[in-house]
């Protein structure tokens, strides 16, 4: 069996250990002038805590499907052969782009919890800043409609919160919106969830 290749720094970022397939590419991307036999197996991911997106070379006879999550942390990987690049949003592959908001929604769900606490503890960035501004559609009036339940007691759901806060049906939907302008926009002064 071929050892992985494992090409991460160790840098001050975090790394990520999963990561949610996005796309796969069996003979590597189309635009690949090499003949097919030549070409590697790839997927695009989504890294599943700071939603780092990678394209990864997957081992021979893998064939992940969308919102598979697979190992990418150090050591042995069973279907991620290597980590070739990160991604910027533009980087992605038409399929990848559809796919990233429902395999964003999917990551925030399966760890619903620290998503909602971002409700609870949400706290101001400056004199006239709240960090729940910086969530689409969240203006003045929802923050202090949000403060003031919490202050009544602790979120326990998306589901809590839609009922407790009108004008929220759907809170996982707004940090996926929120998500995905951090992804599209990583010079923004401000980061909620990316790294």
């Known amino acids: 069996m071929e050892k992985p290749k494992v090409e991460r720094s160790e840098g001050k970022e975090k ?8 796309d796969f590419m069996p003979y590597g991307h189309p635009d690949d002038k090499r003949p097919i036999h030549r070409r590697e197996p790839l997927a695009q991911v989504v890294g599943e805590r700071n939603f780092t997106l990678l394209e990864v070379s997957i081992r021979k006879g893998k064939q992940p499907l969308v919102m598979d999550r697979v190992y990418i942390g150090k050591g042995e990987r069973d279907v991620v052969y290597k980590i070739k690049r990160r991604l910027r949003y533009e980087d992605l592959t038409p399929a990848a782009k559809t796919e990233l908001p429902y395999v964003i929604e999917h990551i925030i769900k399966q760890d619903e919890k620290k998503y909602v606490d971002f409700f ?5 960035i400056t004199t006239r800043m709240h960090q729940l501004e910086l969530l689409p559609g969240v203006g003045k009036k929802m923050m202090w409609a949000i403060i003031e339940e919490r ?5 326990e759901s998306f589901e809590d919160i839609a009922q407790r806060v009108k004008g929220i049906q759907r809170p996982e939907k707004l940090i996926v919106s929120r998500i995905i302008y951090e992804i599209k926009n990583p010079q923004t002064k401000y980061k909620l969830f990316t790294a």
């Open 15 to 22: 790394l990520e250990d999963y990561a949610y397939v996005l």
């Open 120 to 124: 609870n503890k949400a706290d101001s």
């Open 151 to 155: 202050k009544k007691r602790p979120f």
